[in-house]
């Protein structure tokens, strides 16, 4: 959202950022995460995880403001945000050999 002139209070408030964890090998690739994130943070990327499909990849680590809508959209429970500065992190679940 784009104000027409910055809150005269803006110096008092903090913007969270979130780390995005992706648990890759549980995503189905129907990229409800990419289309409803509202700062374009994700992106489809060109790995195939075990199941066949691309997941996502964190494109925009700086813009994600902890909203949590990716987490809470995502029906594989694949991806959730915690409140963080440090960097995004992508994992793979544990296989057993
Ligand atoms: S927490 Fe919000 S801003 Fe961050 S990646 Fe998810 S939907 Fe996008
Ligand atoms: S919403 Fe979940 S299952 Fe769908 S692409 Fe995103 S991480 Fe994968």
Request: net charge negative; charged share 30%; aromatic share 10%.
């Amino acid at each position: 959202m784009d104000y027409w002139r910055k809150p005269l209070d803006i110096d008092k408030y903090e913007i969270t950022h979130g780390a995005i964890h992706i648990i890759i090998d549980r995503c189905k690739g129907c990229n409800f995460c990419i289309e409803f994130c509202p700062k374009k943070v994700l992106e489809v990327s060109n790995e195939f995880n075990v199941k066949g499909y691309h997941p996502p990849m964190v494109a925009d680590q700086a813009g994600c403001v902890a909203c949590k809508l990716c987490e809470l959209i995502c029906p594989e429970f694949a991806i959730y945000v915690t409140e963080d500065k440090h960097m995004a992190i992508s994992k793979k679940e544990p296989h057993e050999d």
